[in-house]
């Protein structure tokens, strides 16, 4: 990060100011941040953070050639690129409906989009992944932690402390019926306090704060190994007021899905993003589409659009590169994120009526 400001595509005009207020490596900049570069050099916090953005993509891209040597884009085969994505792990979602349609789990190394109104679970899926993401290896999990950056306020801490102590009794069970010996020992630290103490909660309330923690994780997780899924709650909540130039905003937003994907590849984990739902007026009609436009569609390798059927929870995997387009019910329970349960079978509807515990009247006795 040593690198000399003048070798930095920055603009002429912002590079003769940064000169003039004493700034000379590309780690002075990063160190002094958007607010702070903003006061030095008198301009926006919104010019300061795209600055930034470029300087950070640079040094990212000088750090990635020092690794490869000669400087050469790394070469791989088809076959090796196969074998690295079966070796990729799945976060289960406790629904087995949505693992299958998802081919396992949410996928580290890939981005998955969630979509949806307000109050049909985004979140609560968010949470209950944050917990799952810590399931010991032998119990089918990838015993991993999480970071969870929440713009909204929706992150309910009571809420993850119902979710926690459902998944570790869950993890108890197997381990009764199996009664296996690292089942027993993995259970030892999979507690409640173990999995609170491993959700690293960061609250952002504007899209510069947003950015900003965005750009800065890569250092976090640096020290911070073992986080396996990274969570967004509410991605488009900051950029959706405030914001007179538009083209400003597209190009903020590309910049942060590249910062995303660059985190998603390099630290093995998944990146889950929830998205709000906005409404298309079209010549005939108006439909409810994802936010942030068609552009931002293309940042997520999946996207799940949640959505009701009257009182029903209903989940659309919209995009996948691998899987086909499919739509299952799905439920929130004091428990977490759950499949919705069969129909009791029974033997005809009279039955269905009567309480079990009784005999049945005839009507002779009526």
Same mark, same amino acid.
């Given at each position: 990060?040593?690198?000399?400001?003048?070798?930095?595509?920055? !603009?002429?005009?912002?590079?003769?100011?940064?000169? =003039?207020?004493?700034?000379? %490596? &590309?780690? +002075? @900049? $990063? /160190?002094?941040?958007?607010?702070?570069?903003?006061?030095?050099?008198?301009?926006?916090?919104?010019?300061?953070?795209?600055?930034?953005?470029?300087?950070?993509?640079?040094?990212?891209?000088? !750090?990635?050639?020092?690794?490869?040597?000669?400087? =050469?884009?790394?070469?791989? %085969? &088809?076959? +090796? @690129? $196969? /074998?690295?994505?079966?070796?990729?792990?799945?976060?289960?979602?406790?629904?087995?409906?949505?693992?299958?349609?998802?081919?396992?789990?949410?996928?580290?190394?890939?981005?998955?989009?969630?979509?949806?109104?307000?109050?049909?679970?985004?979140?609560?899926?968010?949470?209950?992944? &944050?917990?799952?993401?810590?399931?010991?290896?032998?119990?089918?999990?990838?015993?991993?932690?999480?970071?969870?950056?929440?713009?909204?306020?929706?992150?309910?801490?009571?809420?993850?402390?119902?979710?926690?102590?459902?998944?570790?009794?869950?993890?108890?069970?197997?381990?009764?019926?199996?009664?296996?010996?690292?089942?027993?020992?993995?259970?030892?630290?999979?507690?409640?306090?173990?999995?609170?103490?491993?959700?690293?909660?960061?609250?952002?309330?504007?899209?510069?704060?947003?950015?900003?923690?965005?750009?800065?994780?890569?250092?976090?997780?640096?020290?911070?190994?073992?986080?396996?899924?990274?969570?967004?709650?509410?991605?488009?909540?900051?950029?959706?007021?405030?914001?007179?130039?538009?083209?400003?905003?597209?190009?903020?937003?590309?910049?942060?899905?590249?910062?995303?994907?660059?985190?998603?590849?390099?630290?093995?984990?998944?990146?889950?993003?929830?998205?709000?739902?906005?409404?298309?007026?079209?010549?005939?009609?108006?439909?409810?589409?994802?936010?942030?436009?068609?552009?931002?569609?293309?940042?997520?390798?999946?996207?799940?659009?949640?959505?009701?059927?009257?009182?029903?929870?209903?989940?659309?995997?919209?995009?996948?590169?691998?899987?086909?387009?499919?739509?299952?019910?799905?439920?929130?329970?004091?428990?977490?994120?759950?499949?919705?349960?069969?129909?009791?079978?029974?033997?005809?509807?009279?039955?269905?009526?009567?309480?079990?515990?009784?005999?049945?009247?005839?009507?002779?006795?009526?």
């Amino acid at each position: 990060m040593q690198r000399d400001l003048g070798s930095l595509p920055l !603009a002429p005009a912002l590079r003769a100011r940064l000169v =003039a207020a004493g700034f000379q %490596t &590309a780690q +002075e @900049l $990063l /160190e002094t941040g958007p607010c702070g570069l903003s006061k030095e050099i008198g301009i926006s916090k919104e010019e300061a953070l795209e600055a930034l953005q470029v300087v950070r993509q640079e040094c990212h891209g000088d !750090a990635a050639r020092t690794a490869g040597g000669s400087g =050469a884009t790394r070469k791989c %085969t &088809a076959l +090796e @690129l $196969l /074998e690295e994505e079966q070796a990729q792990g799945f976060i289960i979602t406790f629904c087995s409906a949505l693992d299958n349609i998802l081919g396992g789990g949410v996928q580290l190394t890939k981005i998955t989009e969630i979509c949806g109104a307000p109050g049909v679970g985004k979140t609560q899926l968010c949470m209950q992944l &944050a917990v799952d993401v810590q399931i010991p290896e032998c119990f089918g999990g990838v015993a991993g932690e999480a970071v969870f950056i929440d713009t909204e306020g929706s992150f309910m801490v009571d809420r993850v402390v119902d979710i926690a102590t459902a998944c570790v009794q869950h993890c108890q069970l197997i381990a009764e019926a199996h009664r296996e010996e690292d089942h027993l020992k993995a259970l030892e630290s999979f507690t409640l306090e173990s999995i609170l103490s491993h959700i690293y909660y960061f609250r952002c309330r504007d899209y510069i704060e947003l950015l900003a923690q965005v750009y800065l994780l890569p250092d976090f997780l640096s020290e911070h190994s073992k986080v396996r899924l990274v969570v967004v709650d509410g991605i488009a909540f900051p950029f959706r007021h405030d914001f007179e130039d538009l083209s400003l905003r597209t190009r903020l937003l590309n910049g942060l899905a590249q910062q995303l994907i660059i985190i998603a590849n390099d630290h093995k984990s998944a990146v889950v993003l929830t998205n709000q739902m906005t409404t298309r007026i079209g010549q005939s009609q108006s439909t409810l589409v994802p936010a942030l436009g068609e552009s931002w569609g293309h940042a997520a390798t999946v996207r799940l659009i949640f959505h009701w059927d009257n009182s029903q929870r209903l989940a659309t995997l919209y995009k996948s590169p691998s899987q086909k387009e499919s739509t299952i019910p799905y439920r929130i329970t004091s428990h977490g994120f759950r499949d919705v349960q069969p129909p009791a079978v029974t033997q005809n509807a009279e039955d269905t009526e009567m309480n079990p515990r009784k005999r049945p009247r005839r009507e002779e006795e009526k």
